[in-house]
Antibody, heavy 122, light 108 residues
Framework: QVQLVESGGGVVQPGRSLRLSCEASGFTFSTHAMHWVRQAPGKGLEWVAV????????YYADSVKGRFTISRDNSKNTLYLQMNSLRAEDTAVYHCAKDAGDYYPHWYFDLWGRGTLVTVSS | EKVMTQSPATLSVSPGERVTLSCRAS??????LAWYQQKPGQAPRLLIYDASTRATGIPARFSGSGSGTEFTLTVSSLQSEDFAVYFC??????????FGQGTKLEIK
């Protein structure tokens, strides 16, 4: 079955850290760039980060640059998002998303996970 | 940053009707625009990319058009399963991609 399943969300205090995971199945994970996209409660979608298929290049939204780190383990078909120095405004459902391009990104997303909720609150 | 504005925020329509959703960019995004559908508690689904190309498995009643700053998504005859939130996304400014705030289609 072609799917992405996120995990690792929860309630965390401001300033603390959390690591999200996204397990992929049903497609060749190692040939696609992967993204994280978040959605604050009642709000629209915000792109967070992307990692190329080989993990060699990573890019971030300005809102998370220097605090979040995207990584991947192609041997485990898993994408990660390490979130440090969390803020209240990081509260959102975090979706992982597969880039539609094979090897070279197309920059739109043809498969999404349902997401995992991160709540930053004291 | 290119800001994407969708209108209206909510649209009340009846099954079987034809509906057109709008997405406007603050600057030209050429044809680098995608549309997604999201139902409550579900993952978003890609409907249209490159402004007018239907994604795999998307019914022909969905069509996209436009270029530059003005884009539309049309559903020719609304089915019950089409009531959802629709988002547009521009991908012309690598590696920063921006989404519209969404249009909710609700049953009249």
């Amino acid at each position: 079955q072609v799917q992405l399943v996120e995990s690792g969300g929860g309630v965390v205090q401001p300033g603390r850290s959390l690591r999200l995971s996204c397990e992929a199945s049903g497609f060749t994970f190692s040939t696609h760039a992967m993204h994280w996209v978040r959605q604050a409660p009642g709000k629209g979608l915000e792109w967070v980060a992307v990692i190329t298929y080989d993990g060699n290049n990573k890019y971030y939204a300005d809102s998370v640059k220097g605090r979040f780190t995207i990584s991947r383990d192609n041997s485990k078909n898993t994408l990660y998002l390490q979130m440090n120095s969390l803020r209240a405004e990081d509260t959102a459902v975090y979706h992982c998303a597969k880039d539609a391009g094979d090897y070279y990104p197309h920059w739109y997303f043809d498969l999404w996970g349902r997401g995992t909720l991160v709540t930053v609150s004291s | 940053e290119k800001v994407m504005t969708q209108s209206p925020a909510t649209l009340s329509v009846s099954p079987g009707e034809r509906v057109t959703l709008s997405c406007r960019a603050s600057q030209s995004v050429s044809g680098s625009l995608a549309w997604y559908q999201q139902k409550p508690g579900q993952a978003p689904r890609l409907l249209i990319y490159d402004a007018s190309t239907r994604a795999t498995g998307i019914p022909a009643r969905f069509s996209g058009s436009g270029s530059g700053t003005e884009f539309t998504l049309t559903v020719s005859s609304l089915q019950s399963e089409d009531f959802a939130v629709y988002f547009c996304q521009q991908y012309s400014t690598w590696p920063v991609y921006t989404f519209g705030q969404g249009t909710k289609l609700e049953i009249k």
